[in-house]
């Protein structure tokens, strides 16, 4: 008997490692990398309204929310239905010397991109090295 391959089995097995949580939605995909002092972060929320986003700092505490319509499929018969709706959210823990207080937000093309500053005083500083004698101090009494 001939087998006709099946297009999302790769991806099934790639995917399978995530525990399922890929299709199920319990995913909200992110890149996160530092340059020049601010560290970004990109959430991929393809067919997210941008009134339906949300993003709170709280105690150090990042947390993203997402909502994504459910679409009227009364009739239709699935063949697959991967792209997850409802609500969804990621929480990212900012270290200390993140500036928690300056976070932008940006929204394009179903990509929310976060830039986080760090903190001047947590950014790496040249230390000056002081050189020459050194003096000593001698106490005296008067007694």
């Known amino acids: 008997m001939a087998r006709i391959a099946d297009p999302f089995e790769d991806m099934d097995r790639m995917f399978g490692a995530l525990g399922g949580r890929w299709r199920s939605g319990g995913l909200m995909p992110m890149d996160a990398f530092e340059k020049d002092g601010v560290w970004t972060l990109r959430f991929d929320l393809a067919g997210a309204d ?3 986003l949300d993003v709170t700092v709280e105690s150090g505490l990042l947390t993203v929310t997402a909502d994504r319509p459910v679409e009227d499929t009364e009739g239709v018969n699935w063949l697959v239905r991967e792209r997850p709706t409802g609500r969804h959210s990621r929480q990212v823990r900012l270290g200390d010397r993140l500036d928690a207080g300056n976070v932008e937000a940006h929204y394009d093309h179903g990509v929310l991109t976060l830039s986080i500053p760090i903190k001047p ?6 230390v000056s090295i002081s050189s020459g004698s050194q003096q000593t101090i001698s106490a005296s009494s008067d007694a």
């Open 50 to 52: 941008p009134d339906a």
């Open 121 to 126: 005083e947590a950014q790496p500083h040249k």
